[in-house]
């Protein structure tokens, strides 16, 4: 069950513990070839099928910062922060769990982990903790963002 809004929530429009849960995404042969050509990356494992045969996954695995690209199209499509987003602050405590194959669809759960007001900037940050889960609900990465986002306008 995926969570769509209609626009953005502004920082005060958070709650601490508040779920939202994107709709999947099938990663694809050209999403690895694309992201290889723009970020250089043409480890074998990902890119070369016979290569990959012989290694520990038996096949190829889709670059683990594609995934996480993905995860924030993913988060975006929601809505949850389309014009309110301000920065994209940090990324803390990231882990990748669990390889990604071609064809295997991809989802986020969200969960809203911290909120920290900051009246001088008029917005907050909102520290969210990513879970990116496989077809199988099986979670191939996870960790914190931080954003900061607009505080609601007085009137």
């Given at each position: 069950?995926?969570?769509?809004?209609?626009?953005g929530l502004y920082f005060e429009e958070f709650s601490l513990?508040?779920?939202?849960?994107?709709?999947?995404?099938?990663v694809t042969e050209s999403d690895v070839v694309t992201f290889?050509?723009?970020?250089?990356?043409?480890?074998?494992?990902?890119?070369?099928?016979?290569?990959?045969?012989?290694?520990?996954?038996?096949?190829?695995?889709?670059?683990?910062?594609?995934?996480?690209?993905?995860?924030?199209?993913?988060?975006?499509?929601?809505?949850?922060?389309?014009?309110?987003?301000?920065?994209?602050?940090?990324?803390?405590?990231?882990?990748?769990?669990?390889?990604?194959?071609?064809?295997?669809?991809?989802?986020?759960?969200?969960?809203?982990?911290?909120?920290?007001?900051?009246?001088?900037?008029?917005?907050?940050?909102?520290?969210?903790?990513?879970?990116?889960?496989?077809?199988?609900?099986?979670?191939?990465?996870?960790?914190?963002?931080?954003?900061?986002?607009?505080?609601?306008?007085?009137?």
């Open positions: 069950m995926s969570t769509l809004l209609s626009h513990g508040q779920k939202i849960v994107t709709l999947g995404r099938t290889a050509g723009l970020s250089g990356d043409y480890n074998q494992i990902h890119t070369d099928a016979e290569f990959s045969k012989n290694t520990p996954f038996g096949q190829r695995v889709a670059h683990g910062l594609l995934v996480l690209s993905i995860a924030s199209g993913l988060a975006m499509r929601t809505g949850f922060i389309e014009g309110t987003t301000l920065a994209f602050r940090e990324i803390n405590e990231w882990k990748f769990t669990k390889p990604v194959f071609l064809g295997d669809t991809v989802h986020v759960v969200m969960e809203i982990k911290e909120l920290k007001a900051l009246p001088r900037l008029k917005a907050g940050a909102v520290t969210i903790e990513l879970d990116v889960r496989n077809q199988r609900d099986e979670t191939s990465m996870k960790g914190l963002w931080t954003v900061l986002v607009a505080s609601k306008p007085a009137g």
